[in-house]
Structures are given as C-alpha cells and as structure tokens.
C-alpha cells in the first residue's frame, strides 16, 4: 500500500510540474464557462416550452447563480425565438466553445507526443467532445449541485402529481452511485478520443478514476456553499456566486487535464517496466 502511494505521489509531482499544467486549466474554465450561457438559455427556454412558470425559472437561477444572471438568461431565452435565430446563437456560442476541448486535444497530443492532425478533423472531434463535456456540467450543475433546490421548487410547482414523483424518483436515482459511473464513463470516453492516437480503454482508468473521485469531493464542497452560504452572500450582491462558480470550474479543469496527463504517465511507466521485464528475460 505504501509503495502504491509513493509511485502515485511521484506520478502527481511529475505532472503538476509539467508547464502546461500552468496553462491548460485556465483555458478550458474560460471555454467552460462560455459552453454554459448558451446551455442554461436553451434550459431556460425548454422549461418556458414546459409551461413552468416565470417566477418558477427566476426562483431557480437566482438561487443557483444571482439575480442579475436570472434576469439575463431570461431576457435571452424571451428574446431568442424558436428557430434559425436561437439555431444560430447556440451553433456559434457552442462551436467558440469548443475551442476549450481544441485546446484539450492539442495538449493531450503534447503530452503523447503525437503529431497534430489537420484542422477540420480536431475540429469536428473538438466539437463532439464540448457535447460530451457540456453533458457532464449540465449533470454536475442539475443533480449534484441544484438537486435540492430543483427537488423544492418542483414540490411548490402544481405540476401534475405522477409527473412530480416521476422526476423525483429519476433524481433519487441519479443521485445514488449511478452518478460516479456516470461521470466515470463520460470523463473516460474524452480521455479515450482526445489524443490523435488509439489510446486503449483500460489505459484510461487510471486517470478517469482519479478525476470522477475529486470532482465528486469538489462538487460536493460546492452544493453545500449553495445549499448553505450562498444565501449569505447579498452584501457582495451575485458577484460572490460567480467568483465561487469560477473556482468551483476552474478545479474541475485542473483535476481533468491532472489525470489526463496521469494516463500518460502510467502507461509510459507500464511499457518502461515491461520493456525492463524483457530484457531481464
């Protein structure tokens, strides 16, 4: 056990000290935040098409975020009919966004050291993995982190009764180990497709693991600021939720490029060992 622990630490040491570490983390928040305005004005659009009402949508955001975000959002998704204008603003708010996983890619590809690919293809491959990505925070965001206030508001909601205990159950369920699996899946599927190279499934288990563990702890320590201090924080008006939501992103992006550079570092070690094993033979 000690010594799983010390080859693990050494693991750790070698990929903080890596100089994109310095780098990578702060890009991928920045896009990450990007890919959410235009994810919470289409969520906020949907819930209008549900027929939930207004105050119910503005209740929701501004205990999540702050007032002023809740009045932006909802001005948006008023403003933003259904159509080629709202088709419009999320294809070009989302592919800007991308630009977080193109950076992703190009990192990972630093890291294997594997040449770049041609631009339209990393493109393409940047985009399907910002879905994957905006899938992952729009889970964190409405189950872990909003699942309580989503499950009071509801309840206060006249919504028809076997509708509200549909949707009950539905987060009792993902609010159970479900949820690590799938985080664990979807954090390994970016992991597998972001180098320009086959990467073997079981290869990144390694890191898909340690990045599914401590977004859980990071995003547990988050819903309870919501749950508990976010109320507290009128006299810095909304600007104290988003400096803690900025924090909050900007550890899932460096827990993410962690333990994919941690991949990389156990699989070369892997092939060291194997390469000595042989030798020795």
């Not at 819930?47 to 959002?73: G, P, R």
């Not at 009071?152 to 509200?164: C, Y």
């Amino acid at each position: 056990m000690k010594k799983r622990i010390k080859r693990f630490y050494k693991r750790f040491m070698k990929v903080i000290n890596r100089s994109d570490m310095k780098l990578l983390p702060g890009s991928l928040t920045f896009f990450m935040i990007l890919a959410l305005v235009p994810t919470l004005t289409l969520l906020t659009y949907l819930a209008s098409v549900l027929n939930l009402s207004v105050d119910f949508i503005y209740n929701f955001l501004e205990k999540a975020f702050s007032n002023d975000v809740a009045s932006l959002l909802l001005s948006t998704s008023t403003v933003l009919n259904p159509g080629i204008k709202l088709t419009i603003v999320l294809v070009v708010c989302y592919y800007i966004a991308s630009n977080g996983m193109d950076s992703v890619i190009v990192c990972s590809n630093t890291i294997y050291n594997i040449k770049e690919s041609n631009w339209l293809k990393r493109r393409f491959k940047a985009i399907g993995m910002s879905i994957i990505l905006v899938v992952l925070l729009t889970f964190l965001l409405l189950v872990p982190v909003f699942g309580n206030t989503i499950i009071n508001l509801i309840t206060k909601v006249n919504l028809n009764a076997s509708i509200t205990n549909i949707i009950l159950k539905v987060f009792s369920y993902l609010r159970s180990p479900i949820m690590i699996f799938i985080l664990f899946f979807l954090i390994k599927i970016i992991y597998t497709i972001a180098p320009n190279k086959k990467i073997k499934s079981h290869n990144t288990n390694y890191g898909a693991l340690f990045t599914t563990i401590l977004w859980t702890i990071v995003t547990e320590i988050y819903s309870k600021y919501i749950l508990n201090y976010a109320s507290y924080t009128s006299f810095y008006g909304g600007l104290a939720n988003i400096c803690v939501l900025m924090i909050w992103f900007y550890f899932l992006s460096y827990i993410f490029v962690i333990g994919m550079a941690l991949n990389y570092q156990k699989e070369n070690e892997d092939l060291e060992n194997s390469v000595n094993i042989k030798k020795e033979n």
